[in-house]
């Protein structure tokens, strides 16, 4: 087959390191591509360089049988190449439809008219977002549905997607997987970066694997299954590390209560839930999106207010509190790591240094009074070797750096503070198999040196395989709880819907 896009022989450096080493790519006409490969294995720097957001260091681009070279992302969107973004890029002051119809001047001002476009726009894929809806007002999983939209919009005949589903509910991966089949009818031909191997497995066509920057296989979907996407991967089997059964490990006996919460009650999102938080365990909470858990745990955390009157109770190691803000909270010892570490879990224009000094300092955890360079500079060397995180050194930006390395951040900036209880939420989304065994790890270590660990997943398997108990929630509430190895995912899930 004639590939519709090539790339020939890319590199692209960094301050003379390369992200990408001579590498070869092609896209066939109406196929779907999976481009798979460890966080920092270069696959959103190839795409980039294709989408026109970077520009190759050396190598060609050849586009429709032409040679191209795209200097903006508008000059490979006008050429047909479209880009749906790990981490959104749409104007959060702006509506649904005004985001969807932005580059198309003759229409953009004309609100009525956009509105009801977009609606049925948006109804013909499936997608149920509110097209007067104010962007900045949406949940996480309804952004990346209209960023989709919009890059189908452009009528595109090469669509970029990276990590689209890492957001999405079960349903509606399963409504974005029925319009890539609609995209590869009509002849569109589609990139697609996911950690999510199985998604990979079932709607590509041929997969390339990356690693280290440089491309290690390419083949038709059919030759590769789970282990051996991963071996090509990370260059190891890492079945055991990742997939062991629960059942083979005896679960950690309780410590002390380090956390009480009893009727606790948020508005509409927590209803009078109780439960409890040892330490030496990792309590496993299962839930699916809007069940309340992620709400009950930023209470705790003193991110959100738990109802002034009949709120409920949270004990701290017997003590009763009442936190109205992070700060006190993490003096006391709680950490809770966010599900959304873009908007809520580094500054990304800061280095990694930085952003790591700074939650020293706020835990009340750095040596000196004041800014210590030589103390920030020898945190972040401890915490990029601890973690695994790929980078330069620590004067890398954050920004700089991929997925998976940027949650290893968020979690150095957790620990680095010594909590008594860390709150886990979605630990590993968008992030890697290699960087997910080694998170897996890291919170095996916390609960082995009695730290208190919860850990909150929408992945059951990931609940079932690190937790020493699960509590599943559902409406606001915890309605069940089991002991880990105990339950099965059939239990847990119709506990989490009926």
Known sequence: MTPILELRNGTKEYRGVPAVKDVTFALHRGEVHALLGENGAGKSTLTKM????????????????????????????????????????????????????????????????????????LQSLNFHVDPTALVSGLGAGQKQMVEIARAVHHNAKVIIFDEP????????????????????TRGVSIIFISHALEEALQISDRITVMRDGEHIVTD????????????????????????????????RSSGDKVLSVQNLSMGNAVRNTSFSVFAGQITGVFGLIGSGRTEAAKVVAGILKRDLFHGGQVRLNGRPVRYRVPR?????????????????????????????????????????????????????????????????????????????????????KALVQKPKLVIFDEPTRGVDVGAIAEIHQLINRLADDGIAVMVISSYLPEVLQLSDRILVCRQGRIVEEFEGGKADEETIMYAAVH
């Open 165 to 184: 589903t890492a957001t999405l509910t079960p349903e509606e991966k399963h409504q974005f997987f029925s319009l890539v089949e609609r995209l590869k």
């Open 220 to 251: 038709v979907t059919s030759a590769f299954d789970r282990e051996k996407i991963v071996r090509a991967m990370v260059g190891r089997s890492l079945s055991a590390e990742l997939y062991g059964s629960r059942k083979d490990r005896q679960a």
């Open 328 to 412: 006190p909270a993490v003096r006391d010892g709680i950490i809770y790591v966010t599900e959304d570490r873009k908007v809520e879990g580094f500054f990304e224009t800061m280095s990694i240094a930085e952003n790591i000094y700074l939650a020293a300092m706020a835990g009340g955890r750095s040596k000196s009074a004041s800014v210590s360079v030589s103390e920030m500079n020898a945190l972040a060397k401890e915490w990029i070797g601890a973690l695994n995180v790929k980078a330069i050194n620590g004067d890398a930006r954050v920004i700089e750096l991929s997925g998976g390395n940027q949650q290893k951040i968020v979690v150095a």
């Open 50 to 121: 294709i989408a026109g957001v970077v520009e190759p260091t050396a190598g060609e681009i050849w586009f429709d049988g032409d040679r191209a070279e795209f200097k903006t992302p508008a000059q490979a969107l006008s050429r047909g190449i479209a880009m749906v973004y790990q981490e959104t890029s749409l104007v959060p002051s702006l509506t649904v439809a005004q985001n969807i119809y932005l580059t198309d001047q003759k229409h953009f001002h004309r609100l009525r008219g956009i509105y009801i476009a977009g609606q049925q726009f």
